[in-house]
Structure formats: structure tokens, C-alpha cells
């Protein structure tokens, strides 16, 4: 295992680091970027003033908003010329995000996404098959760079052609395999309905991100996979994936890259910010960037974090696993759920598979939700038609009972045959909203 020195420093190292990457990035953004300045001067912050990592409080947020009201360069802090990639995350509304690199940040982000690929487990020499989408979003060439620069052998296999995945796995022996855990799921599950059983393939390790995901879907994972599943966690807006990722040898709490990312959690309401411990809204500034420096970028991802010695000897910063986004929260007369803790509770039952859709619908005027979930196939090839039928009605009324317990939501279950709900190749879409159609 190697450990960087910057990943072991004390409290007080790593602030002086930031404090003097900080008063850089607020020098550049001010002198290079309309929108900062215009921000700053409103505010009457002048970035020479900033004296304390305590003093960012005062800088003004970043929101997506900013990016889709700047689209496409707006934001940019570096001429065209020292421009040399672009990526853009899709969102599920409107104009997509542009966010651009200069070389020197494709580096600095091959070298955080080496050093996440090592936290996961990853060794030079090793073999790492990537299926995340290869494209403009930052999944496939984000682990793609940081993998080589790390100097193991990079599968750019990206994601789709379940059934090449499978021959390339079997046939490279990788020993780390990357890409949304959904999507880990349905390649595990295709392999069974192969007659192969995923656990006796040669992988170790998983690097899994992208989207949201239980702890109940880890044990679920690591078992069917027979691997160690580490949560990788990013956003383009902030570079990528590699902003924050899990050990092997702790999973608990996603170390985040410190020395590139001052992070905040803030109450996404007062927008004040929370002591350490507290869960709120994830609030990152950027302190080594060129092309699209972030001041206070605002994720709308809740998590908490922790200060505290790992295990595997890293003291950095660590967050929690992300919950949900502040808008995926549901309101189930008057309950707030995140679809990831209906997940967590939805495995605890095991004659479920981890297949599921929520379905949000008006009735009344009020939001009711409506958890579709199919039942595993050894549970379902063991009986006829009718004991199927008879023992549906009985898991649905269970799942009923969990989540009233679990949750204290009220939804109505229905559990589908094997097979029934899309599997994904990339970040799962798992909530489906009928709301406004049913007005
Ligand atoms: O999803 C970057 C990434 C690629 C991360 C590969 C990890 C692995 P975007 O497409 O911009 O970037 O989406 C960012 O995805 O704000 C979160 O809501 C969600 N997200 C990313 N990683 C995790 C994770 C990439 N580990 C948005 N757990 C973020 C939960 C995640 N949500």
C-alpha cells in the first residue's frame, strides 16, 4: 500500500496548505473570472483580505444555476488556448453543465483519481477493468487517467455490451473492476442467467460511485462478487470522481481529497454552516484548479464528516456516504425519506432481489409512493403460479410493514416477477415521478 505523505499530514499542515491554495484560487478567480468578481465586489470581499480557512464563510456560494446561467464558458478562468478538455454532466432539466480543464488539471485530477483507485485497493501492475460510460461524463476518463497514472493495465471496456464484459472479465483477469454499483448488479446478474457465478472470477476489488447506494447493497454486492466494494465519490462541477474516496481496509467514511477540496457542510436551508458531525448539504471549494476554479460549490448531496486517524493511516478529512440530493428527498405526507433509506431497508428482506423502482404519484392531492421490487429467482422458480400469486400478496404487505417501521413512510408494494424492472448500464434512474402527468 502506498501512502502518500500529504494523505498522513497533521491538522495543522494540511490548513496552511489550503490557507496558501486558497488565497491563489481567490486571487485567480477575481482577477480572471466576471462572475467572482462581480460576486466579490457586491459583497466587499477583496480576496487579498482572506486571512483564515475560517473566512471562507464570507465568500459567496457557487450553485448549479451559476454554471447554466454562465452556459457554456462563462465561467472559464483560463483563455481558450489553455483549454485542452470539456465535460459536461447531463442533468435532468434544461442546459447541461460545461466544465473545462487546462493540461495541468487533467494531472492534478489523474494523480487524485491514482491515488482513490489506490485507496480502493488498486496496485501498479494489476489490471482494472472500467465500466464507467466513456464520453462526457467524467466516470470513464476520470478512472481511465487516474488508472494509468497509478500504472496499472486500463480496460477502457466503458459501460453497455453486458455480455462483453463478462468475456473480458473472464478472460483479462482484472483484479479491480469500476463502474456504477447498479450497473455492477446487472453484470453479476446476467453472468448467473449465463449459468457463471460471479464470485469465482479473479476481481478483488470494486471502485463503485456515480449515484447513491445502501449499505445493505454493499454486502449485497461484495458478496455476489466475492470482492472488497469501496464507495468512489464525485461531481464534474468539482473535477470528477476522485474528490472523495473509501479504504479497503476501514469502509467507513470516504477520505476526501483535502488538499485539492475545502470542504463545508452547510444546513441547505439557513445555508449556515454545521459543526463537524452534523449531516447537511456538501459544500466544496476547489483549491487547485485552472480552467473552472469553484468557490463554495454547492452539491445538494447530504452527508456528514468526521475528522479522525483511519485504520489505514490516513488523518484526512473523512465524509460520511451521500444520502440522497436535497431535491431526491421525498415527502410522504409529511415524512422525509431518501430513496437510499428505503433501499437500506427495502434489502433487509431476503427474499427480495436488489431490483427496484419507486413510483411518485399525486392521489388526493397527496404524494403517495409506490415501492415496485422484484422477488429473487430462486424464490420464484420454486413455486407454481398460485403460490407465486399468494406469496407476492405476502411479501408486499411485508414491505409495507418495513418501511412503516423502518421509515415511517406509508407506501403501497407491489413485487413483480424476475426480470420486470430496466436494468442500467450507468447511473440507475430508480425514481420515477408521475406526479406532475397525473395533475
Ligand atoms: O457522477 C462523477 C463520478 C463518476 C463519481 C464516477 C464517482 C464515480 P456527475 O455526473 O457530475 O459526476 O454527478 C455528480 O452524482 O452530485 C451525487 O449526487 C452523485 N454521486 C456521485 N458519486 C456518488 C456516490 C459523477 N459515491 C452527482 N454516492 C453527485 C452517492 C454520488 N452519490
Not at 489523474?110 to 491515488?115: C, E, F, G
Request: aromatic share 8%; glycine share 8%.
Amino acid at each position: 500500500m502506498i501512502l502518500h505523505e500529504i494523505e498522513t499530514a497533521d491538522g495543522s499542515t494540511m490548513a496552511e496548505l489550503q490557507l496558501e491554495r486558497l488565497k491563489k484560487t481567490l486571487d485567480h478567480v477575481y482577477r480572471n473570472v466576471q462572475f467572482y468578481q462581480k460576486k466579490f465586489n457586491e459583497l466587499m470581499i477583496s480576496p487579498d483580505k482572506i486571512s483564515s480557512l475560517q473566512d471562507i464563510q464570507h465568500l459567496p456560494f457557487t450553485t448549479k444555476k451559476d454554471l447554466r446561467d454562465n452556459y457554456p464558458f462563462g465561467l472559464f478562468a483560463v483563455p481558450r488556448n489553455d483549454i485542452v478538455r470539456l465535460h459536461a454532466s447531463s442533468g435532468t432539466s434544461g442546459k447541461p453543465t460545461v466544465v473545462a480543464y487546462t493540461q495541468r488539471d487533467i494531472d492534478m485530477w489523474s494523480d487524485i483519481v491514482a491515488r482513490s483507485i489506490a485507496i480502493g485497493g488498486g496496485e501498479k501492475g494489476e489490471l482494472l477493468h472500467n465500466a464507467y460510460g466513456y464520453g462526457l461524463f467524467t466516470g470513464g476518463l476520470g478512472l481511465h487517467y487516474g488508472s494509468e497514472r497509478l500504472g496499472m493495465m486500463t480496460v477502457p471496456v466503458s459501460g453497455g455490451n453486458t455480455q462483453r464484459q463478462i468475456q473480458l472479465i473472464e478472460d483479462f483477469k482484472p483484479s479491480v473492476i469500476c463502474g456504477t454499483p447498479s450497473y455492477l448488479l446487472a453484470i453479476a446478474e446476467k453472468m448467473e442467467q449465463l449459468g457463471k457465478n460471479p464470485a469465482e472470477t479473479s476481481l478483488k476489488y470494486g471502485i463503485f460511485g456515480a449515484e447513491p447506494w445502501s449499505e445493505e447493497m454493499r454486502i449485497t454486492l461484495e458478496s455476489k462478487w466475492n470482492i472488497k466494494a469501496c464507495d468512489i465519490y464525485g461531481l464534474s462541477e468539482v473535477i470528477g470522481p476522485g474528490v472523495a474516496m473509501e479504504c479497503h481496509e476501514a469502509q467507513d467514511g470516504l477520505h476526501i481529497a483535502e488538499d485539492h477540496f475545502y470542504t463545508e457542510i452547510i444546513d441547505p436551508v439557513s445555508l449556515k454552516v454545521l459543526p463537524m458531525g452534523e449531516e447537511g448539504e456538501l459544500v466544496f471549494t476547489s483549491l487547485t484548479k485552472e480552467a473552472l476554479p469553484i468557490i463554495r460549490y454547492r452539491t445538494g448531496d447530504i452527508a456528514s464528516i468526521k475528522k479522525e486517524r483511519c485504520e489505514c493511516g490516513r488523518t484526512t478529512l473523512k465524509m460520511s456516504r451521500v444520502k440522497g440530493r436535497v431535491d431526491d428527498m421525498l415527502i410522504i405526507r409529511g415524512v422525509n425519506v431518501f430513496p437510499s433509506e428505503i433501499e437500506h431497508h427495502l434489502l433487509t428482506i431476503p427474499e427480495l432481489s436488489p431490483h427496484y423502482q419507486l413510483l411518485l404519484s399525486k392521489e388526493n392531492n397527496l404524494d403517495c409512493l409506490k415501492v415496485r421490487v422484484e422477488i429473487k429467482q430462486t424464490n420464484y422458480d420454486s413455486l407454481d403460479d398460485h403460490e407465486n400469486k399468494a406469496n407476492f400478496i405476502f411479501l408486499s404487505r411485508k414491505i409495507e410493514e418495513v418501511m412503516k417501521t423502518g421509515c415511517y413512510v406509508s407506501v403501497h408494494a407491489e413485487v413483480v416477477p424476475p426480470g420486470t424492472i430496466p436494468r442500467s448500464e450507468g447511473k440507475a434512474v430508480r425514481l420515477i415521478d408521475n406526479r406532475v402527468s397525473a395533475k
